[in-house]
């Protein structure tokens, strides 16, 4: 019986250390450079839409290099919207998916802009995988404004380099993980 017990005992805590070094994988470094850059998808409902006005979204995706860990800023931006978030980037360089991390808080000189999100520390909220020269995306916790484009599908295309000013008058954000 005691054997059993110890039997289980060790078997327990290996599935548990293997969960726990799962989660812990963010930390490990894994070059995701290929994806470093702005992507951007513009989203409409004209001209499908014949009554009311039309819905807009503009959502741009920043990747970018901090640290050491990699990280995207979203800005999500049209009818009835305005986000903007930091999630963490993890993955290779066929696929990466995007965890929430936290909202950016705004700016105290425009506090006529407001926010919201209940989003949870890594939730997974949308993921890109690399088709030949496309890259497919794949819709989490956001989406686009049309339900026929929830499909996965090419919908983000990539539109350059990291601007030099994208780190200049930044919004707010808590420390990111390994700042000192």
Known sequence: MKRLFCLVFVVVMLVGCSTSSEQEN?????????????????DSTYPYQTIGSVQMLWQSITIFNENGYYFADFSRIGWQTWQRFTTKVVGNSDEVNFLFYHLLVLDSERPQFTQ???????????????DNSDIITEWGAIGPILIANRVPGVYFEYV????????????KQPTMIGEN
């Open 26 to 42: 963010y930390h490990e470094y894994v070059d995701l450079s290929s994806w470093v850059g702005v992507y951007e998808f513009f």
């Open 116 to 130: 919201w999100g209940s989003w949870y520390e890594d939730v997974v909220m949308i993921t890109f995988r690399r």
């Open 160 to 171: 350059g380099e990291v601007p030099d000013d994208h780190f200049v008058g930044r919004y």
